[in-house]
T-cell receptor, first 115, second 112 residues
């Protein structure tokens, strides 16, 4: 089954404790991205990647890191989480990043709480 | 900078009604517009994607239209059902950017 998976689905942590949220897709997609969703602010893109070893900042990259060492995986790293990073996080992928035709496929989400 | 607005923010209708959800955007130079459905606590599911050269797309009871000149898209849902209850989001890609701009969504409740 074609899908985007994220782990963990729920995470409660404390300020400053490094964490990684994994994202994996099995559709051989080149384009992957991370979003956060907050009440009243909607979905905002954090980082995206056009291909292996190619990443770029989205609208809200501060406090986050990403890496793309393999095509299928795109982990989101919070080196020193803070309470304002409490949010619902989504990973997404699409086949080529073609701006005209690309359809994004989303993972189920990771709900992160930073105390 | 592109801004996307969805009206209404919430909608409650009885089962069987035909309904229209609206999405407006400020920059008409778009590449595509995509409609998504989000169930509570779940990820987004793509419903329809309209390329900039297209006027509408249809899938089952859903029909999405695009009018770039007026900066508007509508999602038409025919014969609504309780299973259609969800939040509907539109997202626009524009300006050569790989960063889509999302609206804040319309929360739809269809009651039996």
């Amino acid at each position: 089954e074609a899908q985007v998976t994220q782990n963990p689905r729920y995470l409660i942590t404390v300020t400053g404790k490094k964490l990684t949220v994994t994202c994996s897709q099995n559709m051989n997609h080149e384009y992957m991205s991370w979003y956060r969703q907050d009440p009243g602010l909607g979905l905002r893109q954090i980082y995206y990647s056009m291909n292996v070893e190619v990443t770029d900042k989205g609208d809200v990259p501060e406090g986050y890191k990403v890496s793309r060492k393999e095509k299928r995986n795109f982990p989101l790293i919070l080196e020193s989480p803070s309470p304002n990073q409490t949010s619902l996080y989504f990973c997404a992928s699409s086949s080529s990043g073609d701006l005209n035709t690309d359809t994004q496929y989303f993972g189920p989400g990771t709900r992160l709480t930073v105390l | 900078k592109q801004e996307v607005t969805q009206i209404p923010a919430a909608l409650s209708v009885p089962e069987g009604e035909n309904l229209v959800l609206n999405c407006s955007f400020t920059d008409s130079a778009i590449y595509n517009l995509q409609w998504f459905r989000q169930d509570p606590g779940k990820g987004l599911t793509s419903l329809l994607l309209i390329q900039s050269s297209q006027r509408e797309q249809t899938s089952g009871r859903l029909n999405a239209s695009l009018d770039k000149s007026s900066g508007r898209s509508t999602l038409y849902i025919a014969a609504s059902q309780p299973g259609d209850s969800a939040t509907y989001l539109c997202a626009v890609r524009s300006g050569g950017s790989y960063i889509p701009t999302f609206g804040r969504g319309t929360s739809l409740i269809v009651h039996p």
